[in-house]
Nanobody, 124 residues
Framework: QVQLVESGGGLVQAGGSLRLSCAAS????????MGWFRQAPGNEREFVAA????????YYADSVKGRFTISRDNAKNTVYLQMNSLKPEDTAVYYC?????????????????WGQGTQVTVSS
């Protein structure tokens, strides 16, 4: 069982930055690939970024590529999402997800555990 807790959301102006954190429970964190997803009101949850268990391989949605960076610190059981050049379109609840394989996926159904989400609001 893996429990995830996101933090770091907030209100920022367009062009600003935020760093989200996701703290994971368990002793096998390095065996879990991790993902970030987001969901705006009225929309489906969409893929944002993913990282392999060892942190050596990353994937990004086209909408955030070049602006967001996913990383992890396995010694701290934590995954991060650095968000730069934020746009109003990035406004959403951001969710951290864990997968019981070291190789990540962009698909929601590929993740086994989910955090409660953290709100990110970008004003224009």
């Amino acid at each position: 069982q893996v429990q995830l807790v996101e933090s770091g959301g907030g209100l920022v102006q367009a062009g600003g930055s935020l760093r989200l954190s996701c703290a994971a429970s368990g002793r096998t964190f390095g065996s879990n690939s991790m993902g970030w997803f987001r969901q705006a009101p009225g929309n489906e949850r969409e893929f944002v970024a993913a990282i392999s268990g060892g942190g050596g391989r990353t994937y990004y949605a086209d909408s955030v590529k070049g602006r967001f960076t996913i990383s992890r610190d396995n010694a701290k059981n934590t995954v991060y999402l650095q968000m730069n050049s934020l746009k109003p379109e990035d406004t959403a609840v951001y969710y951290c997800a864990a997968r019981t394989l070291v190789v990540p996926t962009t698909l929601r159904r590929g993740y086994n555990y989910w955090g409660q989400g953290t709100q990110v609001t970008v004003s224009s």
